[in-house]
Every structure is written in C-alpha cells, then in structure tokens.
C-alpha cells in the first residue's frame, strides 16, 4: 500500500512597473510568498520598456511584457494609440490567466497593473492591490472597485479608496526588507564607529539639481563634529568631484548597492521622500530630513514628507527653498537640540508593522 501526498501548488501573476518605487515592493512581497509557500508558481506580467524588464528575468522569475504606455496630454497620438494598446493587454492577459490558472493576481502600482487586473476580474481571480504613496496612483484609484483587496503605506490613503470592498493599512513592504538587510559598517567608508554619520542620497538615479546645491554645502563642514557620506548617483559622481576638494570629514561616492544596510548606520539621513526610502527609514527608525522631488506626479513626495513631519519624525525641506546654508542650519538644529531625541522617542513610539507578513497573510485568508 502507498501512501500519496498531495502537493499544493499556490500560482500567483504580480504586476509592478516603471519606477523601483512600485517594483521592490512587488519584489518584496513575492519574497515572502517564496519564503511561506514550498511550492509555488509565479509569473511576473510588466512593461516591454522598462526596467522590469531587466530586473525581473535576471532573477529568474518569469516575465512576461506587455506593450502599452502611460497616458500623456503632450503625446496625443500615443494616447490614442495606446487605447487600443490597452484592450490588446488585457486580451493578452485574460489568455495568460486562462492558461495559468492563478490562485490570486497582486498589482504593486504602474499603469501596466491596470490590463492586468482588469482581466483578473474579468475571470473571476481574487485580486489585491498595493498603494506606496500618500497620494494614490491613478491606475490603483481606477482599480479599487475592482478587487477584492487594497492595501495602504499611510493611513490617510484610505479616502482614494471609498470603491473598494476592504481597505487595509498595511505599510510598505521594503520596511521589512530593511530590517533584514545586512549592515554595512561606518569603517567601509573609513569612518569610525564612534563617528555621527548622515548619510545624504538624491534617489537611486541621483539628482543634478539637489548635486549643484550640496556641492557648496559640503565645503562649509569642514569644522562640523560629524561625518558626511554623500551619494551623487552613478551618472553624476564624475561631475560631483571633478576640480572639487572636500573637507576631510565629507566622503563621497557615486552608489550603495546596499543602502538599507548602510543605513543602520546612520546618524541622520537626508533623502528625497519617496515611498520605499520612507518605509526603510521608518523600519530603522532614523531621523531624517526630507528633501521631495517637484518632479512626481500629483507632488506625490511632499505629502509622504508631510506625513512624517506631522509624526514629528523628520523635517521637510521643498527643493525651491534649498540652499547650502539652511541644509547646515537644519542639521545643527537636530543634532545640536532636544529635537534628536525626541524625533528618535517618537520613532520608537511607531509600530512599525511587518507589511509583507501582513499582506501574504490577509491574501491566504481571502483565498479560504
């Protein structure tokens, strides 16, 4: 007599396009549906021009692209075009999940997740949908009477969502992310350990305009008692310090590859304000000021700043009014008062969730 064990094979499609922004959390959240499920099935849907495209195959995990493009009032006939582009992707997806079968389909925000959840609903598939920003995206706005589920970074995201069956505050997976990361010590980059270390990065691209504004902020520290790490981005680190000389206790480099991981050693940390970099900052509980890009849409950075500066965890610096003297001013202020503590008190005081947990959790039970 044999005995058989019946395998349980989970299958999901995720979706996440356009900016890391929407695609580590997707990553995230398939990293723990890795970790709880022994056997499962996973097909990655994003865009034919993106850097999905890339990221996502070199890790193995099955791709497949769809053409289709965000809408644009400056390319009119794009925009016409892509409208037909859109009924093809979602002819092309509700074929994908015809065959595949998938228990549920995730959508990380990007308008590519937009064909892919409405073929979800279309065929009946559980469905769930993740907003990184404090003010939503329009393909996630658009999506909520579709799904069966959305999850929130920020509690005041809640009211983009009135169409939507069940709204949940989850935070943002990278948090978690953070917390497991590896730490880099303040020694790699020759510092000591003893040293209060701010760490200071433009994004993950870097930014020419924050570069041109701290390129004169850096010659001022030179008698400053901390230590500056500053990042300019791959593409301007040559610029960054051509015929420049900067004080002793400033280093510069042109990239992390394990930013979380450095920054457990951080002091302070002086970042742009966008979704995955709050949620590793608020994971790590550090202080932190705010600098949002005007660049995003909907300004969609300055309210994630806002968010922390109404918890009394960070300060807020608009890009317009930047300049190298009030960066040292902000500091001082911070590191030289009570306001350091009791930022790092009211950090402490956060109950920073395990998003990813959360949401592989609340998707099992919708799957029962």
Do not use: W
Request: glycine share 6%.
């Amino acid at each position: 007599m044999y005995n058989y064990i019946k395998v349980i094979k989970l299958k999901i499609i995720i979706s996440a396009g356009g900016t890391g922004g929407h695609i580590y959390p997707a990553l995230a959240i398939l990293k723990k549906f890795q970790e709880k499920e022994k056997h499962l099935e996973v097909i990655y849907i994003g865009t034919h021009d993106r850097m999905e495209k890339d990221i996502i195959p070199n890790m193995k995990i099955k791709y497949i692209p769809l053409e289709i493009y965000g809408f644009s009032k400056k390319k009119l006939f794009r925009d016409f075009k892509n409208i037909f582009l859109i009924r093809k992707a979602i002819k092309k997806c509700l074929k994908i999940m015809e065959e595949f079968k998938p228990d549920v389909v995730i959508g990380a925000g990007g308008y590519v997740t937009y064909p892919v959840i409405r073929a979800a609903h279309k065929l009946g598939i559980k469905t769930f949908i993740h907003e990184q920003n404090s003010v939503a995206g329009k393909s996630n706005i658009t999506l909520a009477k579709y799904v069966d589920l959305v999850g929130v970074s920020f509690k005041n995201s809640e009211e983009y969502f009135k169409t939507a069956k069940k709204v949940i505050y989850t935070g943002n997976p990278c948090g978690e992310n953070a917390l497991v990361a590896k730490k880099i010590p303040k020694s790699t980059y020759g510092f000591k350990e003893s040293d209060k270390l701010i760490i200071i990065v433009a994004g993950s691209q870097g930014s020419n305009s924050l570069n041109e504004k701290f390129q004169a902020f850096l010659k001022l520290v030179e008698n400053e008692e901390y230590k500056i790490l500053y990042i300019t981005g791959k593409n301007f680190y040559d610029d960054f310090v051509k015929n420049n000389v900067f004080p002793k206790n400033v280093k510069v480099v042109p990239y992390v590859d394990n930013l979380a991981g450095l920054m457990k050693s951080a002091y302070l940390i002086i970042s742009r304000a966008g979704a995955s970099t709050i949620s590793e900052i608020l994971a790590l509980k550090i202080p932190s000021i705010l600098i949002p890009s005007p660049y995003v849409a909907n300004n969609h950075q300055y309210y994630n700043a806002l968010d922390l500066v109404n918890l009394k965890v960070a300060e807020l610096i608009e890009e317009k009014r930047l300049d190298a003297n009030l960066i040292q001013i902000t500091i001082n202020e911070i590191i030289n008062t009570k306001k350091y503590s009791e930022m790092k008190k009211n950090l402490e005081k956060l109950n920073i969730k395990a998003s990813s947990t959360i949401i592989y959790e609340q998707i099992k039970e919708l799957l029962k």
